[in-house]
C-alpha cells in the first residue's frame, strides 16, 4: 500500500476557499482512486468524494457544488478545493487510497486540520 | 442515502474479554460492501476488515468480522490494551457512494 500525507494551509477565512493537497509515496497512483474524507471535531467521518488517478470523480450530493478534485500524475499528487467555507466546515481532512476493484480504503493520511475562520 | 447505524456508541469492557460491535444499515448492503476501521486519538482510521469478514494485512486475528443483509458485526475476541478506540463501518454502493457509521468508541472498564 502507498502512504498519503495532506498538506495546506491550517487556517481559511468564511466564504474563501480550502485547498489541500494529499502526496502519494511509496508507488505509482496508477490504479488508485483518491477520496477525501473529513471529520469535524469530536464526531464522525463524512466522505466528501474521490478522483481517479484519470480524472473521474464522484462526490458528495451534500458538497458537490462547492468541491473541485484534480490529480497530477507527474507529482503523484491529488488535489481538494471547497470553495465558499463557513465554520461547518472546520475539521480534520483526509485523504485515502482504495485500488481499483477495491471497496475499502487500504491507505489513509495521518489528517490535517483545518480551522474556519470568521 | 444508505445509514449505518452502530451500537452501542460507548463499549465499556476490561482487557481480556470479548467485544461485539453493531452495525445495521438502513437497507441491504452486499457483504463485498461492507468494512471495518479502527481510530486511535491523533490518527487517521485503519482498515480492519472488508468485504464484511477478511482481515485486511497484518489485522490481528483476534479480530472478525460477520453478518449480511442489514446487520453486520465485528468481534475482537479476547481485548488486548492497545484495542481500546473507536470502531466505524463503511458502505460502498448507495447514494452518495460512501457512508459510514457514526462510530463505537471502545473504552476500558
Known amino acids: 500500500q502507498v502512504q498519503l500525507q495532506e498538506s495546506g494551509p491550517g487556517l481559511v477565512k468564511s466564504s474563501e476557499t480550502l485547498s489541500l493537497t494529499c502526496s502519494v509515496s511509496?508507488?505509482?497512483?496508477?490504479?488508485?482512486?483518491c477520496s477525501w474524507i473529513r471529520q469535524p471535531p469530536g464526531k464522525g467521518l463524512e466522505w466528501i468524494g474521490y478522483i481517479y488517478y484519470s480524472g473521474s470523480t464522484d462526490y458528495n450530493p451534500s458538497l458537490k457544488s462547492r468541491v473541485i478534485f484534480s490529480v497530477d500524475t507527474s507529482k503523484n499528487q491529488f488535489s481538494l478545493k471547497l470553495s465558499s467555507v463557513s465554520a461547518a466546515d472546520t475539521a480534520v481532512y483526509y485523504c485515502?487510497?482504495?485500488?481499483?476493484?477495491?471497496?475499502?480504503?487500504?491507505?489513509w493520511g495521518q489528517g490535517t486540520l483545518v480551522t474556519v475562520s470568521s | 442515502e444508505i445509514v449505518l447505524t452502530q451500537s452501542p456508541d460507548t463499549l465499556s469492557l476490561s482487557p481480556g474479554e470479548r467485544a461485539t460491535l453493531s452495525c445495521r444499515a438502513s437497507q441491504s448492503v452486499s457483504s463485498t460492501y461492507l468494512a471495518w476501521y479502527q481510530q486511535k486519538p491523533g490518527q487517521g482510521p485503519t482498515l480492519l476488515i472488508y468485504?464484511?469478514?477478511s482481515r485486511a494485512t497484518g489485522i490481528p486475528d483476534r479480530f472478525s468480522g460477520s453478518g449480511s443483509g442489514t446487520d453486520f458485526t465485528l468481534t475482537i475476541s479476547r481485548l488486548e490494551p492497545e484495542d481500546f478506540a473507536v470502531y466505524y463501518c463503511?458502505?460502498?454502493?448507495?447514494?452518495?457512494?460512501?457512508?459510514f457509521g457514526q462510530g463505537t468508541r471502545l473504552e476500558i472498564k
Open positions: 485515502a487510497s482504495r485500488r481499483r476493484g477495491s471497496t475499502a480504503f487500504g491507505s
Open positions: 463503511q458502505q460502498f454502493g448507495g447514494s452518495p457512494l460512501i457512508t
Open positions: 511509496g508507488g505509482s497512483i496508477n490504479g488508485y482512486y
Open positions: 468485504g464484511a469478514s
